[in-house]
């Protein structure tokens, strides 16, 4: 059956886009892309590449708004805005047409560290209200209301772009963890991300693996603001290997070497945690705290353990418990269910047509 949507126009907003050089370089905008492709529309993009040096992204950004300011929106039938605060004059070019535009938030969007960006958020908070909203989580969800005070009948939850499960799936004849487990951190190296916690954990004993005779090695990837810092300094333990950078194309690759994963982040503008949710493609059960997204997707005792405290032996209590039922967890239903990219399209041709029959009446 054709799609609804399929001569239809959307135009794609965003403050990036990936490229030859810089493939992965935002590369969430494409998949969100491919997603609204799948819908049927006919998608434009509106954005620039990765710039060298701050003079070329002070200058991407006013070419940026320029064409913002001087598109023909009477072009499209829906206008998709990424990151707000860094393509707003988007939301007030389009004037009158305000049922075709749909704000799609990402990670710090709401909670930025910058004051001119939280300044800006006071300052279109009005204008933001008229509008439909897309966000990743519930969490995410409850902020948008409570901070912009935007209707929840106008936001909408869908993972961005969902995950890939051709790409992130489980190896077949990967050997159960009984002698041997393998414990991986997937997240950029920072403290707000956790890795002092993944640090500490490496240094620990659990001692009742350690009466079972079972090995334990850790796994991380170099990179983030503080990899240098953690890395270099003091010298890490044996029993951790640093892995190089992965594409997203590759990553699974380290999903594969690893039996469970630690998320123990500390952000409050973790909008969801997508290396989480590859993971669980990967039949990966998580570690995470019981705060943010990560409850609408862990389930203890199904995809993963959830913790109260940032604590060494918080996390190693949740290490124990699933190594011990191991055979338990079935996390891959969890993604095929809710956040696999099928499911993204499935949620995003619900959301257009009720917008398209918004507009019909």
Same mark, same amino acid.
């Given at each position: ?31 969100? +892309?491919?997603? %609204? ?6 998608? =434009?993009? !509106?954005?620039? $590449?990765?710039?060298? *040096? &701050? ?12 064409k ?15 990151h ?13 047409n ?8 990402? +990670?710090e969007? %709401? ?6 960006? =939280?300044? !800006?958020?006071? $300052?279109i908070?009005? *204008? &933001? ?6 966000v ?34 489980p ?5 159960l ?11 950029s ?81 973790e ?12 039949g ?13 997707y ?15 032996s918080?996390?190693l209590?949740c290490?124990?418990k ?9 996390t891959?239903?969890?993604?095929l ?25």
């Amino acid at each position: 059956m054709s799609s609804p949507f399929k001569k239809c126009s959307l135009l794609l907003i965003n403050n990036g886009h990936p490229d030859r050089r810089n493939p992965e370089y935002v590369s969430y905008i494409r998949t969100i +892309g491919e997603c %609204l492709e799948e819908c049927g529309f006919t998608v =434009k993009f !509106l954005s620039f $590449t990765k710039p060298a *040096k &701050l003079f070329h992204k002070i200058k991407s950004y006013i070419f940026l708004w320029l064409k913002i300011i001087a598109s023909k929106y009477s072009a499209h039938d829906i206008i998709y805005i990424n990151h707000v605060t860094h393509c707003f004059p988007a939301i007030y070019s389009t004037k009158n047409n305000k049922n075709k535009i749909i704000i799609h938030w990402h +990670g710090e969007d %709401l909670l930025p560290n910058n004051w001119v960006l =939280k300044k !800006l958020l006071t $300052t279109i908070q009005g *204008k &933001l209200r008229e509008l439909t909203h897309i966000v990743p989580s519930e969490y995410y969800k409850g902020i948008l209301n409570h901070s912009l005070s935007v209707p929840t009948n106008k936001i909408h939850v869908n993972p961005s772009g969902g995950v890939e499960t051709n790409i992130f799936s489980p190896t077949d004849n990967k050997p159960l963890p009984y002698n041997k487990l393998s414990i991986g951190y997937a997240s950029s190296i920072s403290k707000s991300k956790g890795f002092d916690i993944f640090l500490a954990v490496s240094q620990a004993s659990c001692e009742s693996l350690t009466q079972r005779n079972v090995h334990t090695e850790f796994h991380c990837i170099d990179y983030g603001p503080e990899s240098k810092k953690y890395l270099s300094t003091p010298p890490l333990s044996s029993n951790i290997s640093v892995h190089k950078c992965y594409d997203k194309k590759e990553i699974h690759l380290f999903y594969e070497k690893i039996d469970i994963l630690l998320f123990p982040t500390r952000r409050k503008s973790e909008s969801l945690g997508l290396v989480a949710l590859e993971a669980m493609a990967c039949g990966v059960p998580v570690i995470a705290p019981n705060k943010f997204a990560a409850p609408e997707y862990i389930y203890p005792g199904v995809s993963g353990e959830l913790f109260e405290e940032y604590s060494t032996s918080e996390v190693l209590k949740c290490i124990e418990k699933i190594h011990a039922n191991y055979n338990s967890y079935s996390t891959r239903e969890v993604i095929l269910e809710k956040y696999s990219k099928e499911s993204t399209v499935k949620n995003y041709k619900e959301l257009f047509a009720k917008l398209n029959n918004t507009k019909r009446s």
